[in-house]
């Protein structure tokens, strides 16, 4: 721990060899594009104001709808775009730097007006992205990621501080939302569904420890948590719609840095100025791993990892738009208990492991305008993941591997979605996605009764999930909205399909209060893996029968009602309460407690054949937050959830699900405080949850057999200590002519409060031994734009 101290003060500190030009003037530009909300198309002759230092300066869009403004005072400024007919967009507080252009995508909503009535509303920052989500979304900012405490840059770890949303453990950014597991949130960048985004990420879960997305390179995105728009299918719990912004089209501009995310170096800029094309490309290599070479890092089990990403785009003046989207990353570690892995001598003693993941996706995607009210996206992509994990003896008399396995799958995409604006009031939308998966899942276990290696997955092939929507929004008098939709899912596997309706409904009886109700019927396929499960048919172990193949879908009824009060400018209330119904669960043909309600629980996934489509669940909750904008250079938000989250086995017992923590409260918080044109931040951020579920260990049991035997009759009847956790981050930003910079320091459980991830038997000791959760662990970073 010394030296990894050492070197974060160290990282911190290389940064100050770069030439301090401080009498030189400091400034900065902002460029982007407007367009309607609706249509999508580009609007001209919008008015653009910008406030900056007590001054304004003002520009109008082209025929493009671009617009840009330069030699603006870096710092904090607001933006202000107005046209007739469409309600007025603001954005305050937004952070311009020198070095690094400020790129903004506006979107404006044409109003809905009565002939003796004109309404009047300006965008407030808690307005999603898409058109059709009615309740349960969020947009997230790029800064937010930065700022907020603990975030490490990472969307998933940031996400986690809004209502309804947990993590699994410090280790890994699965989240838990509503109860559901982690496995229900689908991923999507730029329309395209994408594997895991994240290094060490095992197959078929939906998080890591670091994320592969480098979040400079996105711009505003949405996040929803339940009763989404029926656009989205295949998920249960949630989902991440991230958007990858376009590289600067005025002047090329590089970043580099170095953390404990990694090292990194990127690179963006115009192509052609006069066309409007750009590239955006970065590169990351783990940090770790050199540090552990120069002797700075010594300890087991030293993660690598390197990722890269990259955006193409090309604009065409009659044949639309084109842009090559790409994202991968490679990890691995080896984990050996004689070499001081406390996690292997915790977790699997007297063994060592070798883990690794890959993980990539390549796509190109069309945008095309029949009229200025009609288009259409398309896009075509490939993506390959795979994981690995051998676990190994290191006894002298047991040489095999207590188990082995490979899973490998690529995925071939097509998508399409028409979006027509047919007046002020109603959009329709509809759409088509086709997968198709070409997949190789191995694995074995050394079974000590028959002395052989048995498999417990052994197959390759090829099958498809086929979707579709359709779906429209109507606005009647600018206050009361509504939407409906329809989503289909058809998968080629064992032939099931899955018709399922949305609807919502958002009602403004004043111009600082909202009403929203939402509604959906959503489904999603099981982890692939399970439908290939392998049953032992005989005693000689040469024949096999795949019992989860027929599986259908898992699906819900996902209600939720909110309030929002929009109580100034600056400051947001918000009460969501939420219903979820969750039915055709795969359990165990056999009465047991087992359901695959709690897939994702561990590091592991846990293989059980002979599943059938008998299981239920339900969630409810409610949710609480306030939040004030930052404003006078000081920000907070709070939120707050209970909530129960249950399941009934084949046993027909209903239990607590794994991630059923009852409670959790966030506080986040920051002040900025302005040096001239530099900046100095200090954000925290505290937690407090229900602890984790868990199955108990028959002490009496483990101790007569020498190993771990747990009492799943009780299973996750208990739950540890509350989970308490303080992150800290200190951050400042310097900015110079051409150039900015940013030295931050941050600390992961400041209290070192010991919050407990799992429990093992101890043979030798003969009692439980608790395995904690990150401890006091302080990180350094510097970060520079040119």
């Known amino acids: 721990m010394k030296t990894f101290v050492t070197a974060s003060a160290l990282l ?411 007046n002020a009031s109603t959009t329709i939308q509809a759409g088509m996605l086709a997968q198709l998966f070409d997949f190789s899942f191995f694995d074995e276990f050394y079974n000590t009764y028959i002395k052989d290696y048995q498999r417990e997955t052994d197959t390759k092939g090829i099958t498809a999930l086929c979707q579709a929507y359709a779906q429209f929004k109507k606005r009647i008098a600018g206050n009361l909205s509504f939407q409906l939709g329809l989503h289909g899912q058809w998968f080629a596997l064992n032939n099931n399909y899955s018709i399922e309706p949305r609807a919502g409904l958002s009602y403004a009886p004043g111009k600082n209060h909202r009403f929203s109700l939402g509604y959906g019927l959503n489904s999603q396929i099981q982890p692939r893996l399970v439908y290939f499960t392998q049953t032992l048919a005989d005693a000689t172990g040469d024949d096999y029968v795949l019992t989860n193949k027929n599986l259908g879908f898992t699906k819900s009824h996902h209600f939720s009602a909110g309030y929002d009060l929009s109580i100034s400018t600056n400051l947001r209330m918000k009460i969501e309460t939420y219903y979820q119904h969750l039915y055709n669960i795969p359990v165990e043909s056999k009465p047991s407690y087992y359901s695959l309600a709690n897939y994702g629980a561990n590091f592991y996934n846990q293989i059980v054949d002979s599943l059938e489509n008998k299981g239920t669940g339900q969630n409810m909750g409610i949710e609480f937050t306030l939040e004030k904008y930052l404003n006078k250079n000081f920000y907070f938000l709070l939120s707050a959830s209970l909530y129960d989250s249950k399941y009934q086995g084949s046993d027909n017992v209903w239990r607590n699900t794994a991630f059923n923590g009852n409670y959790t409260l966030n506080f986040l918080a920051g002040y900025e405080l302005p040096i001239k044109n530099d900046m100095l931040s200090v954000n925290i951020k505290t937690v407090w949850a229900g602890g984790k579920r868990y199955i108990p260990i028959n002490v009496e049991k483990s101790a007569q057999y020498s190993q771990t035997i747990y009492d799943y009759d009780r299973a996750y009847s208990e739950k540890f200590a509350d989970y308490f956790r303080i992150d800290l981050r200190i951050a400042y930003r310097l900015n110079q002519k051409n150039i900015s910079q940013e030295w931050s320091f941050d600390v992961q459980n400041l209290t070192d409060h010991r919050n407990i991830l799992a429990q093992r038997f101890n043979s030798n000791s003969g009692s439980i031994v608790d395995i904690l959760q990150m401890g006091f662990f302080p990180i350094g970073s510097w970060k520079i734009f040119f």
């Open 12 to 422: 911190c500190l290389l940064g100050i060899v770069c030439p301090f030009v401080n009498a030189q003037e400091k400034t900065g530009r902002i460029y982007g594009t407007v367009t309607d909300k609706q249509s999508g198309s580009p609007l001209s002759a919008s008015n653009i104001a910008v406030y900056a230092n007590e001054t304004t300066t003002g520009t109008i869009s082209d025929k493009n709808g671009n617009f840009s403004l330069d030699a603006l005072p870096v710092g904090r400024i607001s933006i202000e775009v107005s046209m007739i007919g469409y309600e007025h967009y603001t954005a305050q507080n937004l952070l311009l730097l020198s070095g690094k252009d400020l790129n903004l995508n506006i979107e404006l909503t044409e109003k809905v007006e009565k002939l003796d009535e004109v309404l009047v509303k300006a965008r407030m920052k808690s307005e999603v992205i898409d058109e059709f989500a009615m309740t349960s979304a969020r947009t997230f900012t790029v800064e937010e990621t930065n700022k907020y405490a603990g975030s490490w840059g990472d969307p998933a770890r940031m996400v986690s501080n809004y209502a309804g949303v947990v993590t699994a453990g410090d280790q890994r950014n699965d989240i838990i939302i509503r109860g559901n597991s982690p496995t229900g949130l689908l991923w999507k960048l730029d329309g395209m569904v994408i594997p895991n985004p994240n290094h060490f990420g095992t197959f078929g879960t939906t998080g890591g420890p670091i994320c592969i997305l480098n979040n400079n390179q996105l711009c505003n995105s949405d996040f929803f948590t339940g009763s989404y728009p029926a656009e989205y299918g295949n998920a249960l719990s949630g989902v991440f719609d991230l958007k990858m912004r376009n590289g600067n089209t005025h002047d090329h501009e590089f970043t580099g840095g170095m953390g404990f995310n990694g090292f990194e170096l990127g690179a963006e800029g115009p192509i052609n100025k006069t066309r409007g094309s750009s590239y955006m490309v970065n590169y990351r290599y783990t940090m770790m791993d050199l540090m552990h070479a120069m002797g700075m890092f010594d300890v087991g089990g030293v993660p690598k990892y390197t990722d890269l990403s990259f955006k193409i785009f090309f604009p065409t003046e009659k044949s639309g738009s084109f842009s090559v989207i790409g994202l991968g990353g490679i990890s691995h570690i080896n984990l050996e208990e004689d070499k001081g892995s406390g996690w292997t001598a915790d977790m699997l003693p007297g063994t060592q492991v070798s883990y690794g993941s890959k993980m990539g996706v390549v796509g190109l995607k069309h945008k095309y305008f029949f009229t200025e009210n009609s288009r259409i996206e398309s896009s075509v992509s490939a993506s390959y993941s795979n994981s690995f994990n051998i676990v190994d003896s290191i006894d002298a008399v047991f040489t095999d591997n207590f188990y082995n396995n490979n899973y490998t799958e690529a995925t071939y995409s097509f998508s399409s979605d028409y979006y027509l604006k047919h």
